[in-house]
């Protein structure tokens, strides 16, 4: 399929002021009410497959890729003017749309067709267009469409407030800035390279904010506890009592409309679409793993605890919140004679960026350029054009690594212009481009950026979810790239991180940032040993903030969600939280994962056994590159995910490895 290649006229768009978006607005509702009412018109007797489900499926084409560019800004630019408008855009069209795209004349338009000429066409249709109509139908009728009129208005109503309110639990988020202050002396433990990168108060302290590259090393490795106590609780208040507020009022709104439109929670709702296909499936296989894993994690506390009394040379000291990331480095150094930062010093960003690019060259066939003739929205911001290795190109994307005000605190992979054909029989495709977010140190005149490992695992799993993005080859833009069910869309990005844990693929991610030379065999040995490392205590907390999520999700009465969350951890952990603890306000999947963050595991099953044919066949094996490529990466969602695994893997998959990989049975 013919792609065309980008120019830089086509990335006008990243310098958007904020007057330009607000003219966007009333031209993208326009557009697709236009695009609508043309599906409208066809008669009953006429409708077609192209005609009806091709063209409201193409009816987003375009407008979707300028609601993405809008939202990305949002997240990303520089400028607060142009944040805040964005946000207002993006709250006014996803209100507005709900009122454009819940039309019973739509919903009739798909009745007809079914009852049309469906059962006909479909025999000469393709697998892709036949899952698209499938699924199409069960949207609109998840919808309510098939409810009296006034409860029809309800459903409208509260799908527009709660895009609202979802928007506003985001913004409270990325928009949260605090920070401790803190004397030379109480930076002790930590390295001159991360001072450096500190602010500084006119009374000569160090501003260290919530930002990772900041909060992360200062919990793992200052030595003073009181400030670590202190930045710790600051964490627990992310979002803000407002989050709060904002939260009560998303689950209310889930919760009716999950009651009106006939299902018995808002898990239910959601996980209709997804692998798990219920709440209560999905809450059976969080206490299976619980069982499995909660002893074994609560022992890796212990130890932890034990640790700290041999440190301070205090028998009945306690293990608190704010000593788990010092205390397990601590053990870390002790166990494996890991330091990490000297861990750190053979992980230069630039050469795993490189070893990234090295690998994934290697195993799909493919090349990446940086370009340097195109503007992004930030100097820190690159573009890069993926290539056949023949130089016929594929997709773009853009990387913006590195922490600044304002800007998404966390990492993720934003698909702006998806895959897709430009038209219903051409071949010509539509290019692929995302943008892959983290907040890793930015280098300095005086300092390189340096990556933990852990951080290289990171970069390894958002790079995994842009590859699946940039090399789709799936025919509709809604089953293109990540467009799989929410519980394994992070499988194959989990997949990748083994590269993290090989010899070999760390011989590309790794050298010394000043000497250039490898991980010295000792280190690496003793790296490779550590990967099982607090791992249990670590599955312990995602259960726990999928109990979370899932009890939010299928109570009709939730519990208070800060004092359920501070219940869960003291009961699965020992670890008591402050009475005034936040932690929820703060946690953006209950927006974006509402119900689906125990998705994370799952999906985790099968990436442990799609991992089993590289571990079989070899880490850098082509073959088994090139059928990944050709099973999950191209396909999308364009399949059941069942069936895609089963593809790459020649069986039926099973939890075998992932136990095996935990170290449970």
Request: with cysteine; glycine share 6%.
């Amino acid at each position: 399929m013919n792609r065309t290649p980008y120019t830089p006229k086509d990335f006008a768009w990243a310098k958007w002021t904020a007057s330009d978006i607000k003219k966007l607005v009333p031209k993208i509702l326009a557009e697709k009410k236009a695009r609508l009412s043309v599906i409208k018109k066809v008669s009953a007797s006429k409708r077609d497959f192209e005609n009806t489900i091709y063209a409201l499926e193409s009816s987003d084409y375009g407008i979707s890729e300028t609601i993405f560019k809008i939202d990305l800004l949002q997240n990303v630019s520089p400028e607060k003017s142009i944040r805040d408008t964005a946000k207002r855009a993006i709250d006014t069209i996803q209100n507005k749309m709900i009122a454009i795209e819940r039309d019973p004349k739509i919903w009739q338009a798909l009745k007809d067709y079914e009852k049309g000429v469906w059962r006909k066409e479909q025999r000469n249709l393709d697998n892709e267009s036949k899952k698209l109509f499938r699924d199409m139908f069960l949207n609109y009728k998840r919808l309510g469409f098939d409810l009296p009129p006034i409860k029809q208005k309800r459903v409208k109503e509260l799908s527009q407030r709660l895009a609202k309110v979802s928007n506003e639990f985001r913004q409270n988020i990325n928009a949260y800035d605090d920070h401790i202050l803190v004397t030379d002396d109480e930076l002790t433990g930590l390295p001159e390279r991360y001072k450096a990168g500190l602010k500084h108060t006119k009374d000569g302290r160090y501003k260290v904010t919530l930002a990772y590259p900041e909060h992360h090393p200062f919990m793992e490795l200052a030595k003073n506890e009181t400030k670590r106590k202190e930045l710790a609780e600051k964490a627990l208040q992310k979002g803000g009592n407002k989050n709060m507020k904002v939260l009560a009022e998303m689950l209310k709104i889930r919760i009716e409309r999950a009651h009106l439109l006939g299902y018995k929670t808002h898990a239910d709702y959601k996980t209709e679409l997804r692998m798990a296909k219920s709440g209560a499936r999905a809450i059976a296989f969080e206490q299976d793993l619980l069982k499995k894993v909660a002893k074994r994690g609560m022992e890796e506390i212990n130890i932890l605890r034990e640790l700290k009394r041999k440190k301070t040379k205090n028998k009945k000291a306690m293990l608190h919140f704010y000593d788990i990331a010092f205390y397990s480095h601590e053990l870390q150094k002790e166990k494996f004679n890991l330091d990490s930062e000297e861990v750190r010093s053979y992980f230069p960003l630039s050469r795993v960026l490189d070893g990234t690019f090295k690998i994934y060259s290697t195993l799909f066939g493919v090349k990446f350029e940086k370009l340097t003739d195109f503007s992004l929205w930030h100097p820190d911001a690159s573009l890069y054009v993926v290539k056949t290795l023949k130089g016929e190109v594929l997709s773009y994307f853009a990387l913006d690594l590195y922490p600044r005000d304002g800007k998404y605190g966390h990492a993720c992979v934003n698909d702006v212009v998806n895959g897709r054909k430009t038209s219903f029989s051409g071949n010509d495709y539509f290019t692929p481009f995302g943008t892959m977010i983290t907040n890793f140190p930015k280098p300095t005149k005086k300092n390189t950026s340096l990556l933990s490992h852990g951080e290289v695992e990171t970069f390894l799993h958002e790079f995994g979810h842009m590859i699946h993005h940039s090399l789709t080859t799936a025919r509709y833009a809604s089953q293109s790239g990540c467009h799989t069910a929410w519980d394994f869309v992070e499988a194959p990005s989990q997949m990748l991180e083994h590269w993290a844990w090989d010899k070999k693929s760390l011989a590309l991610l790794s050298a010394h940032y000043k000497t250039g030379k490898p991980l010295p065999r000792e280190i690496l040995k003793n790296l490779l040993s550590s990967k099982t490392h607090m791992l249990r205590y670590g599955i312990l907390r995602q259960i726990i903030q999928g109990m979370l999520d899932l009890t939010l999700h299928t109570k009709n009465k939730p519990p208070e969600p800060a004092k359920l969350y501070r219940d869960l951890i003291k009961k699965y952990t020992g670890v008591v939280l402050p009475k005034d603890a936040i932690f929820p306000a703060g946690f953006g999947h209950l927006d974006g994962y509402d119900a689906g963050y125990y998705g994370y595991l799952w999906s985790n099953v099968y990436a442990a056994d799609m991992f089993t044919r590289f571990e079989k066949e070899g880490i850098m094996s082509k073959k088994v590159g090139a059928d990944y490529k050709k099973w999950i990466l191209e396909k999308g969602g364009s399949m059941e995910e069942i069936d895609l695994v089963k593809g790459f893997l020649g069986r039926a998959p099973n939890n075998k490895a992932f136990l095996k990989e935990i170290g449970v049975k």
